[in-house]
């Protein structure tokens, strides 16, 4: 029989590969939620604020016979429920980065570390400075946060020109900042706790630690806890999403298999695999049986040699990236914006909104990472100037998905939430743009001296 042949790899090779090359862009999570905000922005537009939110309002019930039954509007499933699968990123990459990344060295972590609290208590003194002792007080959570898609994005997207320790800072610092958000979220913003709940969530969580020390590293058993972890948490008051960090704290890091194990594994299957006879075909796999096996082993082996963490990470990443952040977006960023007037731009939540994320991320990040050098306490990443961290600085002051998510949950009154909104989407385009021209002139780099 001959061997197969295969026409159409080539054609499908050439119109995936970009694609391919897209999805795995960095700038890419940025790029598809910039272009969801935009249509949101268009559609509440053109529809009216109002039909969308109506939407968003329409009722989802789960029920198991009538023994179960749990019912929220659209909109609290995608934040109380898909939202939780961004905190469980955000809480893979947190542990990741303790464990052996940039948060693993006290001194490699300090500056960051420093850099996110004043990123996060300065913004909130300046939304108090607007809202202090008003009904809108409660809001000072909102431009506490960095969102790390859009500023990594822009960081990227300047290419070479940006040195790798910055963007390694800038990554750092977000993942501390989304760390005190959910701080912030778990203690400031949960009302009326329910202790049997609680309870309840406690002891699950001590489940997950159990089997996660008895050896188990299969991911179903680790999902279907965590199912009923997001549950206990959403019925106790925390703020549902706070089950994606514990979930996240109790996976997994170490593998089955150690290296070395895996190397020896390895080496045995693939000597047996070559002693296979190889038929003619091109279908060798599939007419010998043993082959096939050994293959399966292979792919089990390498499967085991890899961490848990990393490979849960790896495979939801590109869900909450392309799925639920735009799905969050479309939910809870959309504004008619031929109703906004100038004078919706001077309301006390706004106005602290845009001065806490543009010049209180940029002062707080900027003056504790000075100060803690000054005292020792860290150092300036090596290849990094002070006039790139102050770009990085701006940056910061993109807030969006977290500051969106926090607004929800500070302000019960519509109007104050719709003033959150728009300081929210003006002020990350403010940062945005200033950061990004920041930091082409601080890495321009200097003209050549023509010869004489």
């Known amino acids: ?113 420093v850099a996110a609290v004043g990123g996060m208590v300065v913004p909130a003194a300046f939304y108090a400075a607007f809202n202090g002792g008003t009904p809108t007080a409660s809001g000072w959570g909102i431009p506490m946060a960095t969102d790390i898609a859009f500023a990594i994005g822009i960081l990227v997207m300047l290419g070479s020109r940006v040195p790798r320790n910055l963007i390694i800072f800038l990554m750092a610092l977000a993942i501390a900042d989304d760390l005190g958000a959910v701080l912030v979220i778990a203690l400031f913003y949960t009302h009326d706790l329910n202790q049997t ?79 296979e006879p190889y038929p003619d075909s091109g279908y060798a796999p599939l007419s010998n049986h043993r082959m096939a096996d050994i293959a399966a082993a292979m792919e089990h082996s390498a499967e085991a040699v890899q961490s848990p963490l990393l490979r849960i990470e790896h495979n939801l990443h590109p869900w909450v990236t392309f799925l639920v952040i735009p799905i969050f977006a479309l939910a809870n960023a959309g504004i008619d914006l031929g109703t906004v007037h100038l004078a919706d731009l001077t309301q006390p939540v706004t106005l602290g909104v845009v001065f806490g994320l543009v010049l209180g991320k940029f002062l707080g990040i900027s003056l504790f990472s000075w100060a803690a050098i000054k005292a020792g306490l860290a150092r300036l990443p090596a290849g990094v100037s002070w006039g790139q961290l102050t770009g990085a600085a701006w940056l910061g002051g993109i807030g969006f998905t977290m500051s969106l998510f926090i607004s929800q949950l500070a302000f019960n009154d519509p109007q104050f939430a719709e003033q959150a909104k728009l300081g929210i989407l003006v002020a990350s385009a403010l940062a945005a743009a200033i950061g990004l021209g920041w930091l082409l002139v601080a890495t321009r780099k200097p003209a050549p001296v023509a010869a004489r």
Do not use: C
């Open 1 to 113: 029989m001959p061997a197969p042949r295969y026409p159409l790899e080539p054609l499908f090779g050439r119109v995936l590969s970009p694609l391919e090359r897209f999805l795995q862009r960095a700038t890419a999570g940025g790029i598809i939620l910039v272009a969801t905000t935009f249509l949101t922005l268009a559609l509440s537009t053109w529809m009216g604020s109002e039909a969308l939110h109506h939407f968003w309002e329409q009722k989802l019930s789960i029920a198991m016979g009538s023994s179960f039954a749990l019912s929220m509007s659209l909109h609290h499933w995608v934040n109380d429920g898909l939202m939780t699968l961004f905190f469980l990123i955000v809480g893979l990459e947190l542990k990741r980065e303790i464990l052996v990344g940039e948060l693993a060295s006290l001194r490699d972590a300090a500056l960051p570390v």
């Open 197 to 275: 709940a609680l309870m309840a969530a406690a002891g699950l969580l001590a489940l997950l630690v159990l089997i996660n020390r008895g050896g188990v590293r299969r991911p179903l058993p680790y999902a279907l806890l965590g199912l009923l972890l997001w549950y206990a948490v959403l019925a106790s008051g925390v703020h549902a999403t706070v089950a994606g960090i514990l979930l996240a704290m109790a996976i997994p890091s170490l593998s089955r298999h150690s290296p070395q194990a895996f190397d020896s594994r390895i080496e045995e299957l693939h000597g047996a695999f070559r002693n």
